[in-house]
Protein backbone atom coordinates (compact mmCIF):
# COMPACT_ATOMS: atom_id res chain seq x y z
CA UNK A 1 0.00 0.00 0.00
CA UNK A 2 2.82 1.91 0.40
CA UNK A 3 5.56 3.80 -1.91
CA UNK A 4 8.36 0.64 -3.29
CA UNK A 5 10.82 0.52 -0.50
CA UNK A 6 13.93 0.79 -2.77
CA UNK A 7 12.52 3.75 -4.62
CA UNK A 8 12.10 5.13 -1.38
CA UNK A 9 15.60 4.64 0.07
CA UNK A 10 16.61 6.19 -3.35
CA UNK A 11 14.76 9.29 -2.75
CA UNK A 12 15.29 9.62 0.80
CA UNK A 13 18.02 12.06 1.97
CA UNK A 14 18.92 11.97 5.94
CA UNK A 15 21.16 13.98 7.91
CA UNK A 16 22.03 12.14 10.54
CA UNK A 17 22.97 15.05 13.57
CA UNK A 18 19.83 16.65 13.18
CA UNK A 19 17.48 13.49 11.96
CA UNK A 20 16.09 15.86 9.39
CA UNK A 21 14.88 13.75 6.32
CA UNK A 22 13.33 14.82 2.96
CA UNK A 23 11.04 11.40 1.58
CA UNK A 24 11.37 12.50 -2.15
CA UNK A 25 8.27 11.07 -2.35
CA UNK A 26 6.21 9.78 -6.12
CA UNK A 27 7.08 13.03 -7.79
CA UNK A 28 8.80 11.09 -10.67
CA UNK A 29 12.59 11.40 -9.74
CA UNK A 30 14.78 8.66 -11.13
CA UNK A 31 18.16 8.10 -12.00
CA UNK A 32 18.06 9.82 -15.26
CA UNK A 33 16.49 12.82 -13.90
CA UNK A 34 18.62 13.26 -10.88
CA UNK A 35 21.43 13.08 -13.57
CA UNK A 36 20.01 15.31 -15.12
CA UNK A 37 19.74 17.99 -12.45
CA UNK A 38 23.19 17.14 -11.25
CA UNK A 39 24.31 18.90 -14.70
CA UNK A 40 21.62 21.65 -14.56
CA UNK A 41 23.07 22.24 -10.68
CA UNK A 42 26.71 23.07 -12.04
CA UNK A 43 25.67 26.43 -12.78
CA UNK A 44 22.80 27.06 -9.96
CA UNK A 45 25.96 26.38 -7.71
CA UNK A 46 27.93 28.61 -9.45
CA UNK A 47 25.31 31.51 -9.29
CA UNK A 48 24.48 30.33 -5.39
CA UNK A 49 28.48 31.26 -4.55
CA UNK A 50 28.53 34.37 -6.30
CA UNK A 51 25.74 35.29 -4.33
CA UNK A 52 26.83 34.20 -1.24
CA UNK A 53 29.98 36.07 -1.54
CA UNK A 54 28.41 39.57 -2.31
CA UNK A 55 27.60 40.12 -6.22
CA UNK A 56 25.06 42.12 -6.89
CA UNK A 57 22.42 39.27 -7.29
CA UNK A 58 19.57 41.63 -6.95
CA UNK A 59 20.26 43.42 -9.88
CA UNK A 60 17.29 45.43 -10.37
CA UNK A 61 17.09 46.94 -7.49
CA UNK A 62 21.22 46.97 -7.72
CA UNK A 63 21.61 45.33 -4.38
CA UNK A 64 23.87 42.46 -2.64
CA UNK A 65 21.28 39.37 -1.02
CA UNK A 66 22.71 38.47 2.44
CA UNK A 67 19.92 36.67 4.15
CA UNK A 68 22.60 33.97 4.74
CA UNK A 69 25.44 36.16 6.44
CA UNK A 70 22.60 37.17 9.02
CA UNK A 71 23.29 33.45 10.91
CA UNK A 72 26.99 33.24 9.66
CA UNK A 73 28.14 36.41 9.65
CA UNK A 74 32.03 35.42 9.11
CA UNK A 75 30.89 34.81 5.79
CA UNK A 76 29.84 38.60 5.17
CA UNK A 77 31.97 40.24 1.91
CA UNK A 78 33.49 42.82 4.31
CA UNK A 79 34.05 43.34 8.12
CA UNK A 80 31.88 46.35 8.51
CA UNK A 81 28.68 44.01 7.41
CA UNK A 82 30.28 41.18 9.91
CA UNK A 83 30.44 43.20 12.52
CA UNK A 84 27.41 45.26 11.91
CA UNK A 85 25.34 42.18 11.92
CA UNK A 86 27.32 40.94 15.51
CA UNK A 87 26.58 44.21 16.88
CA UNK A 88 23.06 44.25 16.27
CA UNK A 89 22.47 41.06 18.18
CA UNK A 90 24.16 41.50 20.82
CA UNK A 91 21.63 45.07 20.99
CA UNK A 92 18.57 42.92 20.25
CA UNK A 93 19.61 40.89 23.54
CA UNK A 94 20.59 43.46 25.77
CA UNK A 95 17.44 45.67 25.24
CA UNK A 96 15.08 42.41 25.42
CA UNK A 97 17.03 41.91 28.59
CA UNK A 98 16.77 45.38 29.67
CA UNK A 99 12.99 45.47 28.93
CA UNK A 100 12.38 41.71 30.72
CA UNK A 101 14.61 42.71 34.00
CA UNK A 102 12.75 46.26 34.11
CA UNK A 103 15.32 48.17 33.23
CA UNK A 104 13.76 49.54 29.82
CA UNK A 105 10.13 50.38 31.55
CA UNK A 106 7.29 52.21 30.01
CA UNK A 107 6.65 56.16 29.93
CA UNK A 108 4.48 55.67 33.38
CA UNK A 109 7.53 53.92 34.86
CA UNK A 110 5.77 50.20 34.98
CA UNK A 111 7.61 46.90 33.01
CA UNK A 112 6.90 46.43 29.85
CA UNK A 113 4.64 42.88 29.49
CA UNK A 114 2.88 43.08 26.15
CA UNK A 115 4.52 43.55 22.94
CA UNK A 116 2.22 45.27 19.74
CA UNK A 117 4.09 44.28 16.61
CA UNK A 118 3.31 47.10 13.66
CA UNK A 119 4.45 45.82 10.56
CA UNK A 120 3.36 43.91 6.77
CA UNK A 121 4.35 41.19 4.61
CA UNK A 122 7.89 39.74 4.95
CA UNK A 123 8.08 42.27 8.12
CA UNK A 124 4.91 40.47 10.02
CA UNK A 125 4.75 37.15 8.26
CA UNK A 126 7.69 35.51 9.94
CA UNK A 127 7.54 37.03 13.15
CA UNK A 128 3.79 35.84 13.36
CA UNK A 129 4.62 31.94 12.35
CA UNK A 130 7.42 32.39 15.05
CA UNK A 131 5.06 33.70 18.14
CA UNK A 132 2.74 30.80 17.24
CA UNK A 133 4.75 28.38 16.73
CA UNK A 134 7.30 28.60 19.74
CA UNK A 135 5.04 29.86 22.29
CA UNK A 136 4.65 28.54 25.71
CA UNK A 137 3.73 29.26 29.60
CA UNK A 138 6.93 30.68 29.95
CA UNK A 139 6.73 33.51 27.06
CA UNK A 140 7.97 36.96 29.13
CA UNK A 141 5.78 38.84 26.56
CA UNK A 142 1.92 38.58 25.20
CA UNK A 143 2.37 39.28 21.50
CA UNK A 144 -0.27 41.50 19.21
CA UNK A 145 0.29 42.22 15.74
CA UNK A 146 -1.26 44.98 13.55
CA UNK A 147 -0.78 43.69 9.92
CA UNK A 148 -3.14 45.41 7.83
CA UNK A 149 -4.63 49.19 7.29
CA UNK A 150 -8.15 48.00 8.47
CA UNK A 151 -8.90 50.40 11.35
CA UNK A 152 -11.45 47.88 13.11
CA UNK A 153 -9.34 44.93 12.60
CA UNK A 154 -6.88 47.32 14.54
CA UNK A 155 -9.32 48.16 17.03
CA UNK A 156 -10.02 44.39 17.77
CA UNK A 157 -6.65 43.92 18.65
CA UNK A 158 -6.55 46.55 20.90
CA UNK A 159 -9.61 45.81 22.72
CA UNK A 160 -7.46 42.86 23.88
CA UNK A 161 -4.44 44.34 25.03
CA UNK A 162 -4.84 44.00 28.30
CA UNK A 163 -3.14 47.44 29.16
CA UNK A 164 -1.67 50.01 26.90
CA UNK A 165 0.66 51.01 29.62
CA UNK A 166 2.67 48.17 30.08
CA UNK A 167 2.50 47.94 26.16
CA UNK A 168 5.69 48.51 24.03
CA UNK A 169 5.02 48.92 20.40
CA UNK A 170 7.66 47.48 17.36
CA UNK A 171 7.18 49.33 14.38
CA UNK A 172 8.81 47.46 11.39
CA UNK A 173 9.29 48.32 8.44
CA UNK A 174 12.14 48.09 5.84
CA UNK A 175 11.52 50.93 3.85
CA UNK A 176 9.82 52.76 6.54
CA UNK A 177 7.09 54.23 3.78
CA UNK A 178 4.83 51.48 3.84
CA UNK A 179 1.41 52.89 4.22
CA UNK A 180 -0.28 49.91 6.31
CA UNK A 181 2.53 50.48 8.90
CA UNK A 182 2.29 54.00 8.76
CA UNK A 183 -1.38 54.05 9.81
CA UNK A 184 -0.74 51.32 12.51
CA UNK A 185 1.83 53.28 13.63
CA UNK A 186 -0.59 56.28 13.87
CA UNK A 187 -3.57 54.43 15.27
CA UNK A 188 -1.22 53.26 17.93
CA UNK A 189 -0.14 56.69 18.83
CA UNK A 190 -3.78 57.94 19.18
CA UNK A 191 -4.51 55.11 21.54
CA UNK A 192 -1.48 55.83 23.49
CA UNK A 193 -2.02 59.30 23.31
CA UNK A 194 -6.28 58.84 24.23
CA UNK A 195 -4.69 57.36 27.33
CA UNK A 196 -2.74 59.97 28.69
CA UNK A 197 0.72 57.79 27.82
CA UNK A 198 3.69 59.50 26.28
CA UNK A 199 3.71 56.82 23.20
CA UNK A 200 7.22 57.58 21.94
CA UNK A 201 8.26 55.97 25.52
CA UNK A 202 6.84 52.53 24.41
CA UNK A 203 8.13 52.68 20.68
CA UNK A 204 10.57 50.89 19.30
CA UNK A 205 11.64 50.87 14.94
CA UNK A 206 12.99 48.67 12.89
CA UNK A 207 14.09 50.34 9.33
CA UNK A 208 16.62 51.10 7.09
CA UNK A 209 18.69 54.17 7.90
CA UNK A 210 17.25 57.64 6.27
CA UNK A 211 13.86 55.93 5.64
CA UNK A 212 11.05 58.21 7.13
CA UNK A 213 10.32 55.78 9.66
CA UNK A 214 14.12 56.18 11.20
CA UNK A 215 13.73 60.47 10.58
CA UNK A 216 10.50 60.07 12.94
CA UNK A 217 11.91 57.76 15.58
CA UNK A 218 15.10 59.76 15.80
CA UNK A 219 13.39 63.51 15.89
CA UNK A 220 10.51 62.51 18.23
CA UNK A 221 13.50 60.30 20.25
CA UNK A 222 11.64 57.06 20.26
CA UNK A 223 12.94 54.49 22.80
CA UNK A 224 15.42 52.62 19.97
CA UNK A 225 16.24 51.92 16.96
CA UNK A 226 17.21 49.05 14.79
CA UNK A 227 18.73 48.59 11.67
CA UNK A 228 17.20 46.94 8.84
CA UNK A 229 20.08 46.23 5.74
CA UNK A 230 18.61 46.72 1.75
CA UNK A 231 21.13 43.48 1.44
CA UNK A 232 18.31 41.66 3.41
CA UNK A 233 14.99 41.45 1.21
CA UNK A 234 11.75 41.56 3.10
CA UNK A 235 10.46 38.15 3.11
CA UNK A 236 14.31 36.63 3.76
CA UNK A 237 14.39 38.67 6.93
CA UNK A 238 13.31 36.43 9.78
CA UNK A 239 16.82 35.95 10.93
CA UNK A 240 17.45 39.38 10.97
CA UNK A 241 16.14 41.94 13.08
CA UNK A 242 12.48 41.40 11.85
CA UNK A 243 12.51 37.75 13.57
CA UNK A 244 14.88 38.29 15.98
CA UNK A 245 13.79 41.51 18.15
CA UNK A 246 10.40 39.78 18.91
CA UNK A 247 11.65 36.72 19.38
CA UNK A 248 13.90 38.09 21.97
CA UNK A 249 11.15 39.97 23.44
CA UNK A 250 8.79 37.10 23.53
CA UNK A 251 11.50 35.18 25.31
CA UNK A 252 12.60 32.72 22.58
CA UNK A 253 16.48 31.17 22.41
CA UNK A 254 17.29 33.44 19.10
CA UNK A 255 21.02 31.75 19.25
CA UNK A 256 19.41 28.34 19.15
CA UNK A 257 16.98 29.67 16.33
CA UNK A 258 20.05 31.06 14.36
CA UNK A 259 21.99 28.30 14.86
CA UNK A 260 19.28 25.80 13.58
CA UNK A 261 19.46 28.10 10.66
CA UNK A 262 23.04 28.52 10.26
CA UNK A 263 23.08 24.45 10.41
CA UNK A 264 20.73 24.22 7.27
CA UNK A 265 22.92 26.76 5.41
CA UNK A 266 25.95 24.12 6.09
CA UNK A 267 24.17 21.24 4.51
CA UNK A 268 22.25 23.34 1.29
CA UNK A 269 25.51 24.67 0.75
CA UNK A 270 27.48 21.79 -0.11
CA UNK A 271 28.46 21.72 -3.58
CA UNK A 272 27.11 18.17 -4.29
CA UNK A 273 23.50 17.78 -5.74
CA UNK A 274 22.60 14.59 -4.16
CA UNK A 275 23.76 15.42 -0.56
CA UNK A 276 22.28 19.14 -0.61
CA UNK A 277 18.39 18.93 0.98
CA UNK A 278 17.67 22.69 -1.03
CA UNK A 279 19.04 21.29 -4.03
CA UNK A 280 16.92 18.26 -4.30
CA UNK A 281 13.92 19.93 -3.11
CA UNK A 282 14.03 22.35 -5.93
CA UNK A 283 14.76 19.40 -8.11
CA UNK A 284 10.93 18.31 -6.72
CA UNK A 285 9.36 21.74 -7.41
CA UNK A 286 10.57 21.43 -10.47
CA UNK A 287 9.43 18.12 -11.64
CA UNK A 288 6.44 18.36 -9.83
CA UNK A 289 5.38 21.49 -11.95
CA UNK A 290 7.49 21.20 -14.89
CA UNK A 291 9.29 24.23 -14.38
CA UNK A 292 6.67 26.30 -14.90
CA UNK A 293 4.62 25.84 -11.66
CA UNK A 294 2.02 23.76 -13.33
CA UNK A 295 1.06 22.57 -10.10
CA UNK A 296 0.06 24.48 -6.82
CA UNK A 297 2.36 23.59 -3.82
CA UNK A 298 0.06 22.20 -0.79
CA UNK A 299 1.92 22.79 2.88
CA UNK A 300 0.97 20.01 5.23
CA UNK A 301 2.25 20.14 8.99
CA UNK A 302 0.88 17.86 10.99
CA UNK A 303 1.42 20.23 13.99
CA UNK A 304 -0.71 22.99 15.11
CA UNK A 305 2.56 25.02 15.85
CA UNK A 306 3.17 24.92 12.24
CA UNK A 307 -0.10 26.42 11.46
CA UNK A 308 1.62 29.71 10.04
CA UNK A 309 3.88 28.10 8.20
CA UNK A 310 2.30 27.91 5.01
CA UNK A 311 1.13 31.36 5.42
CA UNK A 312 4.84 32.20 5.69
CA UNK A 313 5.97 30.09 2.92
CA UNK A 314 3.14 31.37 0.97
CA UNK A 315 4.92 35.05 0.37
CA UNK A 316 8.37 33.63 0.43
CA UNK A 317 7.92 31.29 -2.26
CA UNK A 318 4.73 33.24 -4.39
CA UNK A 319 6.85 36.59 -3.99
CA UNK A 320 9.84 35.19 -4.67
CA UNK A 321 9.13 32.99 -8.05
CA UNK A 322 5.64 34.63 -9.53
CA UNK A 323 7.70 37.02 -12.19
CA UNK A 324 6.60 38.15 -15.42
CA UNK A 325 9.66 38.29 -17.22
CA UNK A 326 12.81 36.29 -16.69
CA UNK A 327 16.00 37.30 -16.02
CA UNK A 328 17.10 38.44 -19.75
CA UNK A 329 13.73 39.88 -20.06
CA UNK A 330 11.56 37.34 -21.36
CA UNK A 331 7.92 36.86 -20.41
CA UNK A 332 7.68 34.02 -18.87
CA UNK A 333 4.64 34.32 -15.91
CA UNK A 334 6.42 32.34 -13.63
CA UNK A 335 5.62 30.96 -10.14
CA UNK A 336 4.01 28.37 -8.01
CA UNK A 337 0.73 28.56 -5.85
CA UNK A 338 1.07 27.96 -2.09
CA UNK A 339 -1.53 27.14 0.07
CA UNK A 340 -2.13 25.09 3.24
CA UNK A 341 -2.99 24.97 6.92
CA UNK A 342 -2.30 21.81 8.80
CA UNK A 343 -3.23 18.12 9.42
CA UNK A 344 -4.93 16.55 10.24
CA UNK A 345 -7.75 19.59 10.54
CA UNK A 346 -7.55 20.38 6.70
CA UNK A 347 -8.78 16.34 5.98
CA UNK A 348 -12.21 17.67 7.27
CA UNK A 349 -11.91 20.55 4.42
CA UNK A 350 -10.16 20.78 1.69
CA UNK A 351 -8.15 17.45 1.49
CA UNK A 352 -11.62 15.82 0.06
CA UNK A 353 -10.68 17.50 -3.39
CA UNK A 354 -6.96 16.41 -2.98
CA UNK A 355 -7.96 12.52 -2.46
CA UNK A 356 -10.61 12.42 -5.19
CA UNK A 357 -10.28 15.29 -7.54
CA UNK A 358 -8.65 17.61 -9.35
CA UNK A 359 -5.25 16.85 -10.39
CA UNK A 360 -3.58 20.31 -10.09
CA UNK A 361 -1.36 20.06 -6.95
CA UNK A 362 2.24 18.83 -4.79
CA UNK A 363 1.68 18.20 -1.18
CA UNK A 364 4.71 18.73 0.91
CA UNK A 365 3.59 17.16 4.30
CA UNK A 366 5.90 18.47 7.24
CA UNK A 367 6.38 15.30 10.09
CA UNK A 368 7.48 16.38 13.47
CA UNK A 369 8.62 13.23 15.30
CA UNK A 370 7.93 14.12 18.85
CA UNK A 371 4.42 14.61 19.89
CA UNK A 372 6.00 17.13 22.53
CA UNK A 373 7.48 20.49 21.44
CA UNK A 374 10.90 21.14 23.20
CA UNK A 375 9.28 24.77 24.55
CA UNK A 376 5.85 23.09 26.04
CA UNK A 377 6.17 22.89 29.89
CA UNK A 378 5.21 19.52 30.02
CA UNK A 379 4.67 16.24 27.96
CA UNK A 380 1.35 15.09 30.52
CA UNK A 381 -1.05 15.29 27.14
CA UNK A 382 1.16 13.77 24.84
CA UNK A 383 1.32 10.66 26.84
CA UNK A 384 -2.41 10.64 27.69
CA UNK A 385 -4.04 7.64 26.27
CA UNK A 386 -7.21 8.55 24.44
CA UNK A 387 -7.86 4.39 23.98
CA UNK A 388 -5.46 1.34 25.21
CA UNK A 389 -1.96 2.00 23.96
CA UNK A 390 -3.23 5.14 21.95
CA UNK A 391 -2.48 8.53 22.67
CA UNK A 392 -3.84 11.57 20.48
CA UNK A 393 -0.14 11.71 18.79
CA UNK A 394 -0.88 8.83 17.34
CA UNK A 395 -3.52 9.20 15.65
CA UNK A 396 -1.94 12.45 14.40
CA UNK A 397 0.37 10.38 13.08
CA UNK A 398 -1.69 7.67 11.56
CA UNK A 399 -3.89 10.68 9.80
CA UNK A 400 -0.56 11.64 8.27
CA UNK A 401 0.48 8.27 6.74
CA UNK A 402 -3.41 7.41 5.94
CA UNK A 403 -3.42 10.66 3.65
CA UNK A 404 -0.06 10.11 2.23
CA UNK A 405 -0.98 6.27 0.96
CA UNK A 406 -4.72 7.54 -0.09
CA UNK A 407 -2.79 10.04 -1.89
CA UNK A 408 -0.23 7.88 -3.56
CA UNK A 409 -3.24 5.35 -4.10
CA UNK A 410 -4.94 7.86 -6.37
CA UNK A 411 -1.65 8.63 -8.64
CA UNK A 412 -1.54 12.19 -6.34
CA UNK A 413 2.08 13.45 -5.71
CA UNK A 414 3.61 14.27 -2.65
CA UNK A 415 7.34 14.47 -0.61
CA UNK A 416 7.68 14.48 2.99
CA UNK A 417 9.98 16.71 5.54
CA UNK A 418 10.44 15.32 8.80
CA UNK A 419 12.10 16.99 11.66
CA UNK A 420 12.19 15.14 15.07
CA UNK A 421 10.94 17.92 17.31
CA UNK A 422 9.46 21.12 17.15
CA UNK A 423 11.86 23.96 18.61
CA UNK A 424 13.79 27.23 17.95
CA UNK A 425 16.44 25.08 16.10
CA UNK A 426 14.51 23.23 13.90
CA UNK A 427 12.27 26.02 12.66
CA UNK A 428 15.65 27.94 11.82
CA UNK A 429 16.51 24.74 9.99
CA UNK A 430 12.99 24.82 8.13
CA UNK A 431 13.31 28.67 7.33
CA UNK A 432 16.84 28.46 6.14
CA UNK A 433 15.94 25.04 3.96
CA UNK A 434 13.03 26.88 1.87
CA UNK A 435 14.77 30.27 1.95
CA UNK A 436 17.88 28.11 -0.24
CA UNK A 437 15.37 26.17 -2.11
CA UNK A 438 13.42 29.29 -3.79
CA UNK A 439 17.06 30.90 -4.41
CA UNK A 440 17.85 27.86 -6.37
CA UNK A 441 14.56 27.03 -8.02
CA UNK A 442 14.91 30.93 -9.73
CA UNK A 443 18.37 30.07 -11.22
CA UNK A 444 16.41 26.95 -12.75
CA UNK A 445 13.72 28.70 -14.20
CA UNK A 446 15.91 32.01 -14.40
CA UNK A 447 14.74 34.89 -12.56
CA UNK A 448 15.57 37.13 -9.62
CA UNK A 449 14.14 36.19 -6.91
CA UNK A 450 14.87 38.68 -4.76
CA UNK A 451 12.97 41.73 -6.10
CA UNK A 452 8.93 42.68 -5.93
CA UNK A 453 7.43 44.72 -8.91
CA UNK A 454 3.98 43.50 -8.70
CA UNK A 455 4.22 45.06 -4.91
CA UNK A 456 5.55 48.10 -6.09
CA UNK A 457 2.95 48.49 -8.72
CA UNK A 458 0.03 47.75 -6.18
CA UNK A 459 1.54 50.08 -3.99
CA UNK A 460 1.70 52.86 -6.40
CA UNK A 461 -1.87 52.06 -8.23
CA UNK A 462 -3.66 52.59 -4.23
CA UNK A 463 -1.84 55.76 -4.10
CA UNK A 464 -3.80 57.21 -6.98
CA UNK A 465 -7.03 55.62 -6.30
CA UNK A 466 -6.97 58.20 -2.65
CA UNK A 467 -5.60 60.98 -4.98
CA UNK A 468 -8.93 60.57 -6.62
CA UNK A 469 -10.96 60.08 -3.54
CA UNK A 470 -10.02 63.52 -2.39
CA UNK A 471 -10.44 65.32 -5.73
CA UNK A 472 -14.14 63.51 -5.50
CA UNK A 473 -14.42 65.16 -2.41
CA UNK A 474 -13.55 68.45 -2.92
CA UNK A 475 -15.90 68.32 -5.85
CA UNK A 476 -18.65 67.21 -4.34
CA UNK A 477 -17.68 69.84 -1.66
CA UNK A 478 -17.04 72.48 -4.14
CA UNK A 479 -20.18 72.04 -6.52
CA UNK A 480 -22.81 72.19 -3.14
CA UNK A 481 -25.39 70.47 -5.36
CA UNK A 482 -25.72 66.59 -5.77
CA UNK A 483 -23.95 64.85 -8.76
CA UNK A 484 -24.62 62.19 -10.53
CA UNK A 485 -21.55 59.54 -11.12
CA UNK A 486 -21.61 60.83 -14.66
CA UNK A 487 -21.10 64.26 -13.71
CA UNK A 488 -19.00 63.35 -11.32
CA UNK A 489 -16.55 61.31 -13.85
CA UNK A 490 -16.99 63.66 -16.65
CA UNK A 491 -15.80 66.91 -14.17
CA UNK A 492 -12.76 64.96 -13.14
CA UNK A 493 -11.60 63.98 -16.69
CA UNK A 494 -12.45 60.29 -15.74
CA UNK A 495 -14.84 58.83 -17.87
CA UNK A 496 -12.62 55.94 -18.52
CA UNK A 497 -12.56 54.83 -14.89
CA UNK A 498 -16.40 55.15 -14.00
CA UNK A 499 -16.11 51.75 -12.23
CA UNK A 500 -13.65 53.34 -9.75
CA UNK A 501 -15.67 56.44 -9.23
CA UNK A 502 -18.41 54.22 -8.37
CA UNK A 503 -17.19 52.14 -5.90
CA UNK A 504 -15.23 55.29 -4.44
CA UNK A 505 -18.73 57.07 -3.80
CA UNK A 506 -20.38 53.81 -2.26
CA UNK A 507 -17.19 53.91 -0.07
CA UNK A 508 -17.45 57.43 0.89
CA UNK A 509 -21.35 56.98 1.70
CA UNK A 510 -21.12 53.82 3.62
CA UNK A 511 -18.31 55.80 6.04
CA UNK A 512 -20.62 58.77 6.17
CA UNK A 513 -17.86 61.18 4.29
CA UNK A 514 -20.94 61.84 1.64
CA UNK A 515 -24.40 61.16 1.12
CA UNK A 516 -26.69 59.91 -1.41
CA UNK A 517 -30.29 60.47 -2.30
CA UNK A 518 -31.18 56.97 -2.14
CA UNK A 519 -32.76 56.83 -5.46
CA UNK A 520 -33.48 53.07 -6.23
CA UNK A 521 -31.39 52.76 -9.13
CA UNK A 522 -28.10 52.79 -7.68
CA UNK A 523 -26.11 54.15 -11.10
CA UNK A 524 -28.71 57.32 -10.98
CA UNK A 525 -28.27 58.29 -7.24
CA UNK A 526 -27.26 61.89 -6.50
CA UNK A 527 -24.20 62.80 -4.36
CA UNK A 528 -23.42 65.53 -2.19
CA UNK A 529 -21.03 66.18 0.96
CA UNK A 530 -22.71 65.81 4.16
O1 LIG B 1 9.09 40.89 1.02
C1 LIG B 1 8.90 42.07 0.75
O2 LIG B 1 9.78 42.77 0.26
C2 LIG B 1 7.59 42.75 1.05
O3 LIG B 1 6.58 41.83 1.35
C3 LIG B 1 7.75 43.71 2.23
O4 LIG B 1 8.19 42.99 3.35
C4 LIG B 1 6.46 44.43 2.57
O5 LIG B 1 5.98 45.13 1.42
C5 LIG B 1 6.68 45.43 3.70
O6 LIG B 1 7.68 46.33 3.36
P1 LIG B 1 8.40 47.21 4.43
O7 LIG B 1 9.13 46.32 5.38
O8 LIG B 1 9.31 48.09 3.63
O9 LIG B 1 7.34 48.01 5.16
Known amino acids: MSQNWIEFKENFYFDNKTEFSIDLGNIGINKEVKKDFEKKFEKVFKDMQALE ?9 NRMVGHYWLRTPSLAPNNEIKECIEKTIKDIKEFANNVHSGKIVSSTGKNFDTLLLIGIGGSALGPQFLSNALT ?24 KIPNLETTLCVVISKSGGTKETRNGMLIAEKALKDSNLDYTKHFVAV ?12 SENWLQTFPMWDFVGGRTSETSVVGLLPAALQGFNIDEFLAGA ?38 LPYKDRLELFSKYLQQLIMES ?3 KEDRDGNFVYQGISVYGNKGSTDQHAYIQQLRDGL ?4 VTFIEVLSAKASVASTDKMCKFQVEDNVDSGDYLFGFYQGTQIALTEGGKKSCTITIKELSPFTIGMLIALFERTVGFYATLININAYHQPGVEAGKKAAAKILDLKLKIESLLEKEGTPQSLEDIA ?8 MAVVYRILRHLEANGKIKDDGEVQIFDRKYSKK
Not at 490 to 497: A, G
Request: charged letters at 30%; aromatic letters at 12%; a negative charge.
Open 53 to 61: SGSIANYDE
Open 136 to 159: SKNDKMQVFFFDNTDPDGMQKTLD
Open 207 to 218: TCEGSNLDKTAH
Open 262 to 299: AYMDSLTRKNEFSNNPAALLSMVWYVAGDGKGKKDMVI
Open 321 to 323: LGK
Open 359 to 362: DNFF
Open 490 to 497: FKLDENQN
